[in-house]
């Protein structure tokens, strides 16, 4: 998750812009959220967006997004932040760390509007920047509410796990590069094996995550990743 860069300059409607330029931003991202839940991510371009945006020019989309990725990583952001799956679970007193864990992994991929634009994003990992700014802010808002969890999960019992700071920090890591397969090569029965892995890694490490309603979410995410050339 990657924060939006707002890009320096002026072209066209700069003046305008810049009285409320929270507005103008909030205007690409719900004509960008649109046209790619519409579209599709490859066949939307920014001569798109600035089209459906009436009165901005290309420069004012640049003056605040240096790319269609940034754009489309921070649609993710926001849908994230709008639906955060780990708050909706922090507070519930019904459920053990665990089952914490799992319904926030549930909800995630529940959003399935979200969950097509982040299958829709995998080839944008192919831009090294990009890819080290994704982990980076990954492991900053990620880690700490994996580790909030683990360690509820550890207090209450549902969990047994020696390496809860470790696996806070992995599992960022490796559901943001390992099982990607812009990162690393590897068809729909291969991202399989590899979540098939996961599960059994966590598990004998005592945090036994994935159960059969998350394998049947993960199953229909996966046939939504495009195939890799």
Not at 64 to 74: G, V, Y
Request: charged content about 30%.
């Amino acid at each position: 998750m990657l924060a939006a860069y707002t890009k320096g300059g002026s072209e066209g409607t700069c003046m305008a812009r810049n009285k409320y330029p929270e507005v103008t931003v909030e205007r690409i991202l719900d004509v960008s959220q649109r046209l790619f839940l519409e579209k599709g991510y490859d066949h939307t371009t920014i001569q798109d967006i600035v089209d459906e945006l009436g009165g901005l020019t290309k420069g004012a989309v640049y003056h605040h997004f240096r790319s269609k990725e940034e754009i489309l990583d921070a649609v993710s952001d926001r849908m994230f932040f709008a639906n955060n799956p780990f708050e909706s679970v922090k507070k519930r007193t019904d459920l053990s760390g665990l089952e914490k864990l799992r319904e926030a992994v549930r909800l995630n991929q529940q959003d399935t509007e979200r969950a097509r634009l982040t299958a829709q994003a995998i080839p944008i990992t192919q831009n090294p920047q990009l890819l080290v700014e994704m982990i980076s802010s990954n492991r900053k808002v990620l880690t700490p509410y994996f580790l909030e969890l683990l360690e509820e999960g550890n207090r209450d019992g549902s969990l047994h796990t020696e390496y809860a700071g470790e696996i806070a920090e992995l599992l960022p890591l490796l559901t943001s590069l390992w099982l990607l397969p812009s990162v690393y090569p590897a068809d729909k029965e291969g991202i399989r094996r590899k979540f098939q892995f996961l599960g059994d890694m966590l598990a004998k490490m005592g945090v036994p995550l994935v159960d059969d309603s998350l394998r049947v979410l993960i199953d229909a995410f996966i046939e939504e990743i495009p195939e890799m050339a």
